[in-house]
């Protein structure tokens, strides 16, 4: 059994709506041995190994249903199996998912193995893992040579798996919030591999690092961390602190403990978690020999007056004592029996304890503080201690150094409720823990004593969480109220849009439209990411990566995703939910790549986006592969796009008070129309809306529907989706190779970046419905990852449209030989019957535009469908007939490359100042005067 390829999807994909791995595995030989005909020794020694197995409730819907389906009728199958391993080593790991399932996929002994993940890396290594365990548990004749090694140890490699696991786990309190979040339906990201957090999307976001807020003032966390100044500033006010010197040296540190007065504490200046602290010391060798554990963690060090009385952590959050916790130092209770050594193994065993923050409790264990303990009772760890003594191995009760807590919360005497609501806001923290001494926190220590030993800018949650004694709190949940006030956003507004053909466009119209509505949009597309108009990344952008970017942008205040086919099935979407989502049409593209080879299964991919949408899903109703998909939304609202206004389904759902956007027909062209509860609402005449070019583009007529449905279902005006639609054209700078059109030649050239047979239908059409004076001439080609039918397609689709052709192929073969895609598209053109004259083939691309430029003449209309579209916009624009020939492009194998951002860049600016130029002087320049201004 191997593993062929991995997949990771990081949000809704074809296999589920979260986060899962796809495993293609290819079992081999072992696709003839099920589980049954492996023997019971197979099952017993894999569920020896792992014994949660028996919680699986797999197709039985029951615990111990897995169990059944190993030794059952024909048992199962090899593939099924990893799926089940490798859910459970996660569990095993801490980490609670459940979900899986196990498909065959194309050739015999092929799978799909899927499984539910929460951190990518220990998702991976559970299936590694899982495959070594599986391997080991064969017969030696059915294992595969060097799978496993002879000395494989699953319980070490289990077992450092957990460790592996626990190392990029969230903390506990971390992980306290996430879930306050999750409850409360606020998203979160992950920025780092350590606890850094934001909650919230865009301009709403807040961050959080372990329990540090984006709102915690810096200067409040200095203060927290110098003792010395909290101390002084505490007793300033009249709180309760005690006596306090700060040392450098030894010898300094002995006079400020006899200053002071034995007993002392000494500690370092600014350590946290009850490091390097030594308490009730009583001699001046002690204090040396305390000060040398405290340099170990600062290179200043406090020495302060001991107050007796129990430890008690106080937390306050927002200006509000929200839990309280009495913290019992780590120790061990004698039985008269067992050594202090063996007493200490024995309360490790406790399920709850575990290694740093990996569970409610922490193991207990001998360090220098530990053995001091013990010396100062006279002991040492093979000291029997009696029946009921307890034995302390630390002088402080943090939970990370072992300790106990009990919860004391409504025990609390008022007073002491004050103190330290006080106590944190006269540092100035949002959220702080005051650690507080007092022989009975249930009396005032205005009547008792009592002291404020410090106070915590970051203070653990786990003590008050999950208290070893007493009732468990909620302290994350007023954290997030604290950030996001009940009532308050913490989503932006999110917009997707799928489709086969001209979603790039509907984005942009989209984006256009809020951003004159006033909004800071983040758009996503295939050729980058904008933030307000302006790109910050280049290249296609359109999966999970540029997701993250615009969701991150604490400027942006609404998205708009372009989501592409390729990012879907790669690594999915990259947000779990949309507000509105748009599937625009199904047309044949990239059929036969990535296991996608019918116009339904490309139609499952697209459909994800509705299927996640909440608000409004908007369909193409003219497309039965979209109109289909209504079924499978949960979208609140349902609106259908048509451009037949006789269309039956849609004038049902606007009689029963749905939502649709129709074209009708009226005395003037054709009028947009909102049907909305009931409502008739004429938007926009097609022909007013530049990049229809009046009317006579109809699929941008239809983009344009769809950017209108979508901004009205995202609550837009009507007047501001009306200027975003009037006031959005096909230029290069708004929409570059799509319908981008240059008419200061003597001729008119076309350049769009169509490249399947749609997309190349509908612009042969609107070449059509043009008026040309003189030649149609297209330079025609095909991207050669394509089927050599729909490369073939294309060129029927072009033939007898056109008085020349000239094909030619990308830079990027994919595959192909140098000549093989023009070839192609030049017998389809013959066999449609184009006459051999009428075609050329050129088959680099500059080289193919250039000669189509050299052979227009005034009046013609040069269609070119490129790939390198700034390049070959660049070569239109800056086109001299006198001009050297455009060198050939070496071909490459290889994926292409992003688009340069300077060019791009460069461009937009050329464009911007162009239009500039017109609307100063109200006349169009020739093209080589602008470039002299």
């Avoid at 589980?35 to 028996?54: E, M, Q, Y």
């Avoid at 034995?391 to 008022?414: E, M």
């Avoid at 008026?771 to 729909?790: F, H, Q, Y």
């Amino acid at each position: 059994m191997r593993i062929l390829d991995r997949a990771v999807y990081v949000g809704p994909s074809l296999y589920a709506h979260f986060p899962v791995i796809r495993l293609d595995v290819d079992l081999a030989e072992l696709e003839n041995w099920p589980s049954v005909k492996l023997g019971r020794g197979f099952t017993d020694g894999l569920v020896a190994a792992l014994p949660g197995l028996h919680e699986h409730t797999c197709s039985y819907g029951k615990p111990g249903g897995f169990v059944r389906r190993l030794t059952e009728d024909d048992g199962t199958w090899m593939g099924h199996i990893l799926e089940h391993v490798a859910i459970e080593l996660q569990n095993v790991a801490g980490e609670a998912v459940t979900f899986g399932k196990t498909r065959s996929h194309g050739g015999t002994g092929h799978y799909y193995v899927i499984y539910q993940y929460e951190q990518e890396d220990v998702g991976l290594e559970a299936g590694r893992l899982g495959l070594m365990l599986l391997h080991s548990l064969l017969p030696a004749e059915l294992r595969p040579e060097g799978s496993v090694t002879a000395d494989f140890d699953f319980a070490a490699e289990r077992d450092e798996f957990i460790r592996y696991a626990q190392r990029r786990h969230l903390g506990p309190s971390t992980m306290s919030l996430v879930r306050a979040a999750e409850e409360r339906k606020i998203p979160w990201i992950r920025i780092n591999e350590q606890s850094l957090i934001q909650f919230g999307h865009g301009r709403y976001q807040q961050r959080i690092q372990a329990t540090v807020t984006s709102r915690t003032s810096h200067i409040a966390v200095e203060l927290a961390s110098d003792k010395e100044e909290t101390n002084r500033i505490l007793g300033n006010l009249g709180l309760p602190v005690p006596r306090q010197r700060l040392v450098q040296g030894v010898d300094d540190a002995v006079e400020a403990a006899e200053a002071i007065g034995y007993p002392v504490v000494v500690k370092p200046f600014n350590a946290n978690h009850g490091r390097g602290i030594t308490i009730h010391i009583t001699t001046a060798e002690e204090v040396r020999a305390a000060f040398e554990v405290a340099r170990e963690h600062s290179r200043s060090v406090i020495v302060e007056s001991f107050i007796s009385g129990e430890d008690h952590r106080m937390l306050v959050i927002d200006g509000r004592l929200v839990a309280v916790s009495k913290r019992v130092p780590g120790h061990v209770v004698g039985d008269g029996v067992h050594t202090i050594e063996q007493l200490v193994d024995e309360v490790n065993r406790d399920p709850r304890r575990g290694i740093g923050h990996e569970k409610v409790l922490t193991r207990l264990g001998f360090d220098h503080q530990a053995e001091t303990m013990l010396q100062r009772q006279g002991y040492t760890r093979q000291t029997v201690p009696a029946s009921g003594e307890e034995v302390f191995l630390r002088s402080t009760g943090n939970l990370s150094t072992g300790g106990t807590a009990a919860d004391f919360t409504d025990l609390v005497h008022p007073d002491n409720v004050e103190m330290a609501t006080r106590a944190v806001k006269a540092i100035g923290l949002d959220i702080g823990g005051v650690d507080f001494l007092s022989t009975d926190i249930t009396e005032s220590y205005k009547e008792v004593g009592g002291a404020i030993c410090e106070i915590n800018a970051a203070p653990g949650f786990r003590m008050h969480m999950a208290p070893s004694e007493g009732r468990p709190r909620d302290v994350a949940g007023p954290v997030l109220d604290m950030l996001f006030p009940p009532g308050t956003p913490s989503r932006i507004p999110i917009a997707a849009v799928t489709g086969t053909n001209g979603k790039t466009t509907t984005a942009r119209m989209l984006a256009h439209i809020q951003k004159l509505a006033g909004h800071h949009v983040g758009l996503t597309s295939t050729d980058g990411v904008y933030i307000d108009g302006q790109r910050t990344v280049g290249g296609d952008m359109t999966g999970p990566v540029a997701t993250r970017m615009v969701l991150s942008d604490p400027s942006v205040d609404v998205a708009v995703l372009e989501v592409a086919r390729g990012g879907l099935v790669r690594a999915g979407m990259g947000v779990r939910h949309c507000d509105v989502g748009a599937v625009l049409n199904v047309k044949s593209d990239h059929l036969g790549l990535r296991g996608i080879g019918t116009l339904e299964q490309l139609a499952q991919v697209k459909r994800i986006v509705v299927e996640v949408t909440r608000g409004t899903a908007v369909l193409n109703a003219d497309d039965p592969l979209c109109l289909k998909m209504a079924d499978y939304t949960q979208a609140e609202h349902l609106c259908y796009v048509t451009m037949d206004p006789t269309h039956e389904l849609v004038g049902e759902h606007i009689k029963e008070g749905g939502r649709g956007v129709v074209l009708e027909s009226g005395i003037k062209g054709h009028m947009i129309t909102i049907y909305d509860h009931g409502a008739h609402i004429p938007l926009l005449w097609t022909h007013l809306i530049p990049a229809t070019l009046e009317g006579r583009a109809t699929h941008n007529v239809q983009n344009a529907m769809f950017a209108a449905a979508m901004a009205f279902s995202m609550g837009l005006r009507l007047e501001d989706i009306r200027h975003g639609l009037r006031t959005f054209d096909t230029t290069f700078f708004q929409a570059p190779g799509r319908m981008n059109i240059y008419d200061e030649h003597p001729f008119k050239v076309i350049l769009d970046y169509g490249h399947n047979p749609a997309a190349v239908e509908v612009m042969c059409e609107l070449v059509e419905r043009l008026d040309v004076t003189g030649r149609r001439i297209c330079v025609l080609a095909a991207p050669g990852d394509r089927r050599d039918e729909d490369v073939k397609d294309i060129g029927r689709i072009a033939a007898g449209r056109f008085e020349r052709y000239i094909c030619r192929r990308d830079d990027q073969l994919r595959g192909r030989k140098p000549e093989e895609v023009p070839h192609l598209l030049r017998d389809a053109l013959l066999e449609h019957g184009v006459a051999a004259a009428a075609i050329a083939v050129i088959p680099d691309e500059q080289a193919a535009v250039d000669a189509a430029l050299r052979e227009a003449q005034a009046g013609d209309l040069v269609l070119i469908f490129g790939d390198a579209i700034t390049r070959s916009w660049k070569q239109v624009v800056q086109f001299r007939p006198d001009a050297a020939p455009q060198p050939a492009v070496r071909p490459s194998r290889v994926s292409r490359p992003e688009q340069a951002a300077a060019a791009i860049d460069s461009l937009v600016l050329e464009d911007r100042r162009r239009e500039f130029v017109r609307d100063v002087r109200g006349v169009r320049l020739p093209r080589a005067q602008e470039a002299d201004d």
